[in-house]
């Protein structure tokens, strides 16, 4: 079987764990903005999008939909929080196998991309500390749409015109560790690549009917 023309990577808990520097900087950002304690993990689930948790998280602490104008003050506060102290997250860390199999992919002349549902600028922040974003041609991202099948479709379109040419289901590999990863990466036609380094087994990925699945990236990566 031939391999992929172009690979795009989540990156919580497939790329990098971070200590759980989100989490505090969204508590942070509703704490300064609004005066209410916001635990994300209380209101939201793995694999939502920014704007998904941001919403989500608001209602449930303030009892009512944010307009614009507030979401705009809640992200940026985000962002700041979050670009300090992801330098000092004690469990920051590039998790096992990732940079041997991005360097292994890029060698072998396939486009990589990253596609995430944080916002552009926390996905770069994440990947600083590991000093992985020069690995990523593109992206595509949580501020472009809250969806992730539409963030997909998306990143897919911009490495079709890097390629110069439409690619097919087998063209395009997109690897996550969550169910919703291989939902969206199904419902744009790419091929999913589920990876068990984050809260879900290698089983639960199989029954997400991920076309691949790895229990790490110290694995061999598939059709490469």
């Not at 990947?127 to 041609?137: I, N």
């Not at 990466?185 to 691949?212: K, N, Q, W």
Request: glycine share 10%; proline share 3%; with cysteine.
């Amino acid at each position: 079987m031939a391999g992929p023309i172009a690979v795009l990577f989540d990156i919580d808990e497939t790329l990098v764990h971070t200590g759980d520097s989100g989490r505090r900087s969204w508590s942070w950002a509703f704490d300064r903005l609004h005066g209410v304690a916001a635990d994300i993990g209380k209101h939201t689930s793995a694999g939502e999008t920014d704007p998904q948790v941001g919403r989500e998280t608001f209602n449930a602490v303030l009892g009512r939909e944010p307009n614009c104008d507030e979401m705009v003050r809640l992200y940026a506060a985000y962002l700041r929080h979050l670009s300090e102290d992801i330098w000092t997250s004690e469990g920051y860390r590039v998790l096992d196998g990732v940079e041997e199999t991005l360097q292994r992919i890029a060698d072998a002349g396939v486009i990589l991309g990253l596609l995430s549902g944080a916002m552009e600028g926390a996905a770069r922040i994440k990947l600083e500390p590991g000093k992985l974003g020069h690995y990523f041609v593109f992206g595509a991202y949580g501020s472009d749409s809250p969806d992730r099948a539409e963030i997909t479709r998306l990143a897919m379109a911009k490495a079709a015109r890097l390629h110069g040419r439409d690619l097919t289901r087998a063209d395009v590999y997109v690897v996550g560790d969550t169910p919703r990863d291989i939902e969206a990466a199904h419902a744009a036609h790419a091929t999913a690549v589920g990876v068990a380094s984050g809260r879900y087994t290698a089983e639960e990925l199989r029954a997400a009917e991920a076309d691949h699945v790895l229990t790490a990236l110290t694995e061999a990566f598939p059709n490469l």
